[in-house]
Every structure is written in C-alpha cells, then in structure tokens.
C-alpha cells in the first residue's frame, strides 16, 4: 500500500513558466513533508519542508502548500529554469518518528525547456 | 568537509557473493539511513541506526545486514546476492542543527548478475 503518492511520472514546462508537482498521502499520522530534487547519477537534495501545523511555506523561487483536509501537497516552482530538471521526490515523516524514516513517493521528472 | 561518503560508487556481482557498502560521513551526525531506489519505486528504507551500537530495520531489510561501531561508519551488507538487489543505494544521514533533513551520499550502483 504506497502511502506517498506522486501520480504524475513526469511533468514538462517551459522556462520561466510555473511549474507544479503534486503529492498526495493517506496516512494522517503523517506530520512533516519534505521535497527532494535529484540529479542523474547523484543523490537526492533537500529542498524545501513543510510542517503539518502550516498550509504554506516559501523558499525564493520555491513554495510547498499543505492541504490536510484533502491529504494533498503541492510544489510551485515559479520563474523555472532548465536547472531545475530533475527527478523530484515527495517525502513524508510519521508522527512521533524522525527523519531517519521517511517514505517516499515515486518521484516525477520534471523537463523545463529553454 | 566530504559530507556523505559511498563507495564503491559501481559494483557487479554474481549470484551468492556477498559484499559490503561502505558509508562514512563527516558530519558527526548520531543518525543514519540506507535507501535503495528501484526504478519506478521511489526509495524505501532498508536499515538504520540512531547511535552507535544501536541499528533497526526498515521497509525491506531482508536479504541485508548493518552494524554501526562508530558514529562515521554504517556499512550495508549482503549476505548471499540476488538479482532482487540489482538496485541504487543511498546512504543518508541526519542529526545535530539539521535534524529537519536528510543528507544524502552520491549513490552505489549494484548490479546482481
């Protein structure tokens, strides 16, 4: 039972157009979410988190919105830059646990187009 | 400042060898994490260690084994290859003023012939 969805595999846009990956979750014990960018050949990086206790969080050209009621997040990346191609990982930390257990979703490959 | 060490950074093996995935990290955190990434599953937690001396397991540790004698070093091992673990493994760690995120290694990629 896959907890973390990411139901779009890939997604492609063009620079400096708005580019937006969804997430989505079941589990409701589910306190803290993180986005993680990953090139080919090297590990995921961190990019930006959101606590369950808030609906938005912004960082520059990055924003991560939290809708709880419909167990739904989202990453906005706005103007985007063909550095910004990658694979895009949602991850998910259960309540009263650590970071050192996240589930992941499947990630989507994210193409911005000069 | 390295940050997450993984070698080798390429293996092959043969069903039924056995092998060891190295993992050392410089950032004196107390928490470490081994993931492997399968094509179109995302990463999934195979073990970790919140200390030294102290491991668990996570989603699908079979097949796996870790120790954790240092703070630096969690090493991965496999007992009896299959082709099941051809996969990317990452190690990652947390702790310390970053305890919001993980830190990731550049990956090992293993192939189980």
């Known amino acids: 039972d896959q907890q973390v969805k990411q139901n779009s595999p890939s997604l492609s846009v063009q620079e400096g157009r708005i580019s937006i990956l969804n997430c989505d979750y079941t589990n409701s014990m589910f306190d803290y979410f993180l986005w993680y960018k990953k090139y080919p050949a090297e590990g995921p990086t961190f990019l930006i988190s959101i606590s369950s206790i808030k609906d938005k969080n912004e960082d520059g050209r990055f924003t991560v919105f939290l809708n709880k009621s419909a167990k739904h997040l989202s990453l906005h990346i706005v103007p985007s830059q063909p550095g910004d191609s990658a694979v895009y990982f949602c991850a998910a930390r259960h309540s009263g646990g650590s970071n050192y257990k996240l589930t992941f979703g499947k990630g989507t490959l994210l193409t911005v187009n000069p | 400042n390295a940050g997450v060490t993984q070698t080798p950074k390429f293996q092959v093996l043969k069903t039924g060898q056995s092998m060891t995935l190295q993992c050392a990290q410089d950032?004196?955190?107390?928490?470490m994490s081994w993931y492997r990434q399968d094509p179109g599953m995302g990463l999934r937690l195979i073990h970790y260690s919140v200390g030294a001396g102290i491991t668990d397991q996570g989603e699908v540790p079979n097949g796996y084994n870790v120790s954790r004698s240092t703070t630096e070093d969690f090493p991965l091992r496999l007992l009896s290859a299959a082709p099941s673990q051809t996969s990317v493994y990452f190690c990652?760690?947390?702790?310390?003023?970053?305890?919001?995120?993980?830190?990731f290694g550049p990956g090992t990629r293993l192939t189980v012939l």
């Open positions: 990652a760690t947390t702790g310390g003023l970053s305890y919001n995120e993980q830190f």
């Open positions: 950032m004196n955190h107390e928490y």
